[in-house]
């Protein structure tokens, strides 16, 4: 298991396309445990395959951040079949070190995908979970946090991260 850097807002990586998960081998397999370890590092409830360079449709939620094994859950090709509610909520993002803002969201999803060895499976997710694996599909679809922001809500976004860049606290990467 490796702890690999997290790319920040601003590598086109982040906002590419990203191929499904076809082969469940052993090289996936490294891939999962690296995304649940830089994720504890970091730290985060979640992980997508693109922040950390791979452009596969691949994340991983862990609300207990390493202490539940039982908790690990890993997204392959997931698709949301179903929203309801709406909330808004604080949301960070470790592509967006130390930034934070408020989105909507929604209160309870359904979602399809394959686990780390392919088999299909739906998860009902509501609440902290439904926000963490909204925020990871959203990655694997090249949504970023400032994606959600319109107006002057946006522009004072992106001006803190520019004003982060200037003073040198914008990491090229991050953990």
Known sequence: ????????????????????????????????EDLFETGWKAP????????????????????????????????????????????????????????????DRPTALRVRAQDGEGRWRELEAEGLFAQAVCHEIDHLDGVLLVHHLRGMKRRLFLRRVAKMRKLGVWPSTSV
């Open 1 to 32: 298991m490796t702890v690999r850097p997290i790319l920040v807002y601003g590598d086109p990586i982040l906002e590419a396309a990203n191929l499904p998960v076809e082969d469940f081998g052993a090289s996936l397999q490294a891939v999962i």
């Open 44 to 103: 985060g409830l979640g992980l997508a395959a693109p922040q950390i360079g791979i452009n596969l449709r691949l994340a991983t939620v862990d609300l207990s951040v390493g202490r539940d094994p039982d908790a690990r859950v890993v997204l392959a090709n997931p698709e949301i079949v179903h929203r309801s509610g709406k909330t808004h909520l604080e949301e960070g993002c470790l592509s967006f070190p130390g930034l934070f803002t408020t989105i």
